[in-house]
């Protein structure tokens, strides 16, 4: 081949081709070239999607992704943000209160009425109490309006509507499948 033809096009200069420099960039320039697309930086996954990897280098990643300077999902996360989360995809907000309201009922109601009344459920906005005498249920019906208050208060208004005051278990009298009805039931217990 000789220079004066047009279709010979010059070849360009291989690494090994380029002369030596002192300041080193050619060595530079030749470890980046060697090393092109095995960096982290190369190996992140474009918008869209991107490769698994299942070892060597990018064993630390998931779903190609390495973990960056700033939290993301996969980092640990902190467990009251974690229940909260589930607390709100569960939707047990309401119930959970409410269960509050029952842990901290003699701070609602006051000592002296906590220790002679506890609340057995909740549901439907209707709130179920039982009293250990029958007298401390006829004061609790006393103390209802400001009971309903201070439930609504600390729970959201309206969530508790109506508040159901029982006495105590009492013994039954009734014994056997037989009964009268109407009468006054076995008075000869006494003796």
């Known amino acids: 081949m000789s220079s004066d033809d047009p279709s010979a096009a010059p070849t360009p200069p291989t690494p090994r081709d380029e ?11 030749q470890a980046v070239r060697a090393t092109a697309g095995t960096t982290p930086a190369a190996r992140r996954p474009r918008r869209g ?16 992704r390495l973990s960056g300077a700033h939290p993301d999902e996969r980092d640990p996360q902190l467990l009251g943000g974690e229940v909260g989360k589930l607390v709100d995809r569960h939707g047990w907000e309401l119930e959970l209160r409410v269960r509050g309201v029952f842990a901290r009922w003699p701070e609602l109601v006051g000592d002296d009425v906590a ?6 459920s909740f549901a439907d906005g209707r709130l179920v109490v039982r009293t250990d005498s029958t007298a401390w249920a006829t004061q609790l019906k006393l103390l209802l309006p400001a009971i309903l208050r201070r439930l609504n208060e600390d729970l959201g208004e309206g969530t508790v509507t109506l508040v159901e005051v029982l006495g105590p278990h009492l013994p039954t009298w009734k014994k056997g499948a037989r009964s009268t009805r109407d ?3 076995p008075r000869d217990t006494y003796g």
Request: charged fraction near 25%.
């Open 19 to 29: 002369p030596h420099r002192d300041d080193g960039l050619d060595l530079a320039r």
């Open 49 to 64: 999607g991107g490769r698994r990897t299942t070892g060597g280098a990018g064993a630390g990643t998931t779903g190609g």
């Open 115 to 120: 220790a002679h009344c506890t609340p057995e």
């Open 183 to 185: 009468s006054r039931g």
